[in-house]
C-alpha cells in the first residue's frame, strides 16, 4: 500500500511570508505526528493529531500550527517565516490511538527561507 | 526529562568491516527503544526496536539489545556493505507523549 506522502518536496519562500504543507497519511492510519529536522537541532517534535485533534505540541511558537481532517490527512502551516525555519519538514503516521513510537514517514518537504 | 545520546560521526568503514554505534539514554520507568534510518534524500524508517530489557531487536543484519543495566542499545552488524550508507537515529518512547530522537550518527561506508 501507499507510504505517507508530503507535498510539496520542495520550495522556496522569503522572509514574512507563509507556507502550507500536507501530509497524507497511509491508509487506515489516524495518527499524524509532525517533525522538523535541522542540521543543528535535530529532529524536533512539533505536534500530533488523532482523529482531527491535536492531541500533542512540542515546544515551537504559536507561529506553527497545523489541523487534521476527517480523512486523516494533516497540514501545517507556519506564518511569517523567519530563516531559521529552514529545514526539512517530515510527517510521520502511525496505526492506532497510542503513540507506540513506531512510525511511518514520508519524504519530508524541504523549506528554505530567503 | 528522557534524552538519548549517540555517538558522533561520522563513521568511515570499509565494506565489510564490522559496525556498532553506540547509544545510550536517560529515562525513568521501562521506555520501549528504537533504531530509524535514514538514507540520502529519504525520510526515516523503522529499523528495529526493542520493548524491554534484554530483549534484542533485529532487522537486516543489524541488532541492538535493549540494556537495561548500562541504560544502553547499540546498534551492530557483523560486515556492512556500500549500501547501509545513511543516518542512524536512535530514539526511545517513554512515558512521554512524543518519540525522542538521539542527534543521529552518518555511516559511510567505502567499497
Known amino acids: 500500500k501507499a507510504g505517507v506522502t508530503q507535498t510539496p518536496r520542495y520550495l522556496i519562500k522569503t522572509r514574512g511570508q507563509q507556507v502550507t504543507l500536507s501530509c497524507s497519511p497511509i491508509?487506515?492510519?489516524?495518527?499524524v505526528s509532525w517533525y522538523q529536522q535541522t542540521p543543528g537541532q535535530g529532529l524536533q517534535f512539533l505536534f500530533e493529531y488523532f482523529s482531527e485533534t491535536q492531541r500533542n505540541k512540542g515546544n515551537f511558537p504559536g507561529r506553527f500550527s497545523g489541523r487534521q481532517f476527517s480523512n486523516s490527512r494533516s497540514e501545517m502551516n507556519v506564518s511569517t517565516l523567519e530563516l531559521g525555519d529552514s529545514a526539512l519538514y517530515l510527517c510521520?503516521?502511525?496505526?492506532?490511538?497510542?503513540?507506540?513510537?513506531?512510525?511511518?514517514f514520508g519524504e519530508g518537504s524541504r523549506l528554505t527561507v530567503l | 526529562g528522557d534524552s538519548v545520546t549517540q555517538m558522533e560521526g561520522p563513521v568511515t568503514l570499509s565494506e565489510e568491516a564490522f559496525l556498532t554505534i553506540n547509544c545510550t539514554y536517560t529515562a525513568t520507568g521501562y521506555p520501549s527503544l528504537f533504531w530509524y534510518v535514514q538514507y540520502p534524500g529519504e525520510g526515516l524508517q523503522l529499523l528495529l526496536k526493542a520493548t524491554k530489557a534484554d530483549d534484542k531487536g533485529s532487522n537486516k543484519g543489524f541488532e541492538a539489545t535493549y540494556r537495561k543495566e548500562t541504560t544502553s542499545f547499540h546498534l551492530e552488524k557483523g560486515s556492512v556493505q556500500v549500501s547501509d550508507s545513511a543516518v542512524y537515529f536512535c530514539?526511545?518512547?517513554?512515558?512521554?507523549?512524543?518519540?525522542?530522537f538521539g542527534s543521529g550518527t552518518r555511516l559511510l561506508v567505502r567499497p
Open positions: 491508509s487506515g492510519h489516524r495518527s
Open positions: 530514539a526511545l518512547k517513554g512515558s512521554s507523549y512524543k518519540l525522542i
Open positions: 510521520a503516521s502511525s496505526l492506532g490511538q497510542q503513540n507506540t513510537g513506531e512510525l511511518f
